[in-house]
């Protein structure tokens, strides 16, 4: 349920999805469920916390708060977990990371140098992940809108697939590479119906949203035998794309099984489909209460999905390709933000809500206004026997709707000062920031064996107004 716009929904006092449960012990708040919380987090023995060898306080002294903290083994190690569940299906397959949940040139490089291909939807995301020096062979060009500078842009640099989403694309990239002399490499982008949310998902046999080509009337059918008939593009094969934080696989079989059996009544037409790519959504644990899928597991059920199918249209096997982008990097990044203002509210009944307002809110982090996302917070800088206290984490904007914690127990004795850090926000904070109230966007922090490096530096006013001629 989103937000309301312009700031909360007063009557609800009661958390859609119900407040978490009171520690019966203040310890339980100090604790970092390795569900959540980086791999290289930890407490130390005085209680403060560390990520990957280096503690929160000297991450907060060099870098400033809000301040967004990578760990960088866990985002190798994820990708390379990505990259070796897939290669051991004896499948041919090829991970990407969705540039979109955060790229900077570090992130890209780290990522290539894990065997891991990069997905990008924009002449900036493009632009990063060349400039990092990834190959352009190992790039994926994506987007409902591509502009003929960026398409231009893409054919320069070599991207290996451009995923192609509407007939006029198709003209301008065939144009565009006619002109360069190239020949583009091509997905088609099919909408298979399938419609994938969290524990959910909905299978329709039409399609109401501006991304990919539909295959339920056609048009799939037609962008394919387009593709394939301009001799300045490569059909290489289909993409399909159904939705983000999914904890349900029966979505993503749907979905292969509706591509798959496309790719047959392709076959019939003489058209080969080498290359299957089921794009991302893979979900993580935000909370206790989310249950992300087992990546080898999921592997394997989509190998086996697509071996079982071609087998009985008699096709080739294609390579199988994925595209998660938040089971990546989200799970590796932590926020730390320092305590300002603290106040209580009677919210009658004998319950009281305390506002704990910190330096960042959805300038930094605008998941929780815009989906109702849920988050884990701690008291990083050190551990609390004090009671637990009912707390809403709110940011220093001016809008009522800033929240970044909705519900979550505190320790009472809070102060200003503090360090609070939250879990998870490696993926889609960052990469949605904004400037909203003139405020700078944050730095991104890499942490590994304790040496702190600077991926993205922190903004400053003078960047914030190097924009404004007047000044
Ligand atoms: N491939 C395609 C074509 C996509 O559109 C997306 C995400 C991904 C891959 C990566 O999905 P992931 O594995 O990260 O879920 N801003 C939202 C998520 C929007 C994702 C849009 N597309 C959020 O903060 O949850």
Redesign the pocket.
């Known amino acids: 349920m989103p937000a309301h716009p312009a700031g909360p929904r007063h009557e609800d006092v009661i958390d859609p999805h119900g407040v978490p449960a009171r520690p019966g012990d203040p310890a339980v708040m100090s604790d970092l469920d390795p569900a959540i919380w980086p791999a290289g987090a930890r407490r130390l023995p005085d209680g403060e916390m560390e990520i990957a060898g280096s503690r929160v306080t000297a991450i907060a002294a060099e870098a400033l708060t809000p301040v967004v903290v990578l760990d960088e083994r866990q985002v190798r190690r994820a990708a390379r977990d990505y990259a070796a569940a897939y290669a051991a299906t004896g499948a041919q397959t090829r991970v990407y990371y ?1 540039g ?2 955060f790229l900077a040139t570090a992130v890209a490089r780290w990522l290539d140098a894990e065997g891991v291909g990069i ?1 990008v ?1 924009s002449a900036g995301e493009l632009e990063t992940a060349v400039r990092a020096g990834v190959p352009g062979g190992q790039l994926l060009f ?1 987007g409902n809108n591509k502009s003929e500078a960026e398409i231009a842009r893409a054919l320069e640099v070599g991207v290996g697939r451009f ?1 192609v989403d509407s007939f006029a694309e198709i003209a301008r990239i065939a144009m565009l590479a006619d002109e360069a002399g190239v020949v583009a490499d091509c997905l088609v ?1 099919v909408t298979v119906g399938v419609e994938a949310h969290t524990h959910e998902f909905i299978a329709t046999a039409h399609e109401d949203q501006k ?1 990919g080509l539909a295959l339920a009337d056609g048009v799939a059918a037609e962008a394919v035998r387009r593709v394939a008939a301009l001799p300045s593009l490569r059909l290489r094969g289909l ?1 399909s ?1 159904i939705g ?2 999914i904890f349900d696989p029966a979505g993503f079989e749907v979905a292969t099984r509706r591509l798959v059996g496309f790719a047959a009544d392709l076959a019939a037409e003489g058209i080969a489909v080498e290359e299957v790519n089921l ?4 979900g993580i644990a935000y909370t206790a209460a989310d249950d992300p899928l087992d990546v080898a597991d999921m592997a394997d059920a989509l190998v086996e999905i697509v071996r079982r199918e071609c087998d009985q249209a008699g096709l080739v096997l294609p390579t199988l390709c994925v ?5 990546i990097i ?1 799970p590796a990044g932590v926020t730390l933000y320092t305590v300002g203002t603290i106040k209580s509210v009677d919210l009658g009944h004998g319950v009281t809500r305390t506002f704990v307002s910190v330096d960042g809110g959805m300038s930094d982090n605008i ?1 929780t206004a ?2 109702d ?1 849920d988050y884990t917070v701690t008291l990083a800088n050190r551990t609390s026997g004090a009671e637990p206290m009912l707390s809403r984490v709110v940011g220093k904007h001016c809008e009522s709707g800033d929240i970044v914690v909705r519900d979550c127990w505190l320790p009472a004795d809070l102060a200003p000062g503090d360090l609070l850090a939250v879990a998870a926000t490696g ?2 904070c960052r990469s ?1 920031a904004s400037n909203y109230n003139q405020v700078p966007r944050p730095a991104v922090m890499a942490v590994a064996d304790g040496h702190l490096t600077t991926v993205l530096r922190r903004e400053t006013l003078d960047d914030l107004l190097a924009l404004d001629p007047g000044v």
């Not at 794009?279 to 893979?282: D, K, Q, V």
């Not at 595209?323 to 089971?327: L, N, S």
């Open positions: 969705a979109k949940a997905d939807c994506h995923v982008r991304f993409h794309h983000s934080q794009g991302g959504g893979m595209e998660p982008g938040r089971a989200g998941r815009l989906y996302a993926a889609y949605m």
